[in-house]
């Protein structure tokens, strides 16, 4: 029983951990990456649908993505849709392609990338400590229940400690890697 609780605790929070990877690998660095346009949705007949599903998006140098779209009509309403995301582009269509430039990182938006980064942080470190919570309430209820002694619960629960203060440590670490990294000119 202890046991299932501790695994179930420890995928969680590794599960938290990987978001905040992800998430933080969307946060842009000055290079060109197609998966910076992976949350641009697209007017697709009617329903809206991720940028990827419905054209090409590839990394034609340093500075500019290159989307291309599998039906000619789409040209329009993707480049609208990328203007129209808060990414602060500007695409150019080039007859049936659509140039994406990545423009210059100023020190301003270098900081304010940062408090974005640092949001998602905290969000990691919240959930982690969620997910500590939950844990401890199942330890809590089998305590209630007469399933375990409460021995068993206090080192439970020092056990679920030390696993959260191994994720919230890596959370930190993801966080300094890519504040150094928005901070590199």
Do not use: C
């Amino acid at each position: 029983m202890i046991a299932d609780i501790k695994q179930t605790t420890e995928s969680k929070m590794q599960k938290s951990v990987e978001t905040l990877r992800n998430n933080l690998g969307k946060v842009r660095t000055g290079r060109a990456h197609p998966g910076f346009l992976d949350q641009v949705q697209v007017d697709y007949y009617g329903s809206m649908v991720p940028l990827s599903q419905v054209a090409n998006v590839t990394a034609s140098d340093a500075r500019t993505l290159s989307v291309q779209p599998w039906e000619k009509p789409m040209v329009a309403k993707i480049e609208k849709a990328i203007r129209d995301s808060d990414l602060g582009l500007n695409p150019a269509a080039n007859g049936d392609v659509i140039r994406v430039p990545m423009p210059m990182l100023t020190e301003e938006r270098r900081k304010d990338l940062v408090k974005v980064v640092r949001a998602e942080a905290e969000e990691a470190r919240v959930a982690v400590r969620n997910v500590r919570r939950d844990g401890n309430d199942q330890l809590k209820r089998l305590l209630k229940d007469k399933d375990i002694s409460e021995d068993d619960e206090r080192r439970a629960q020092d056990d679920i400690q030390k696993l959260t203060d191994k994720y919230i440590a890596e959370v930190d670490k993801q966080l300094a890697e890519k504040e150094k990294e928005l901070m590199a000119v």
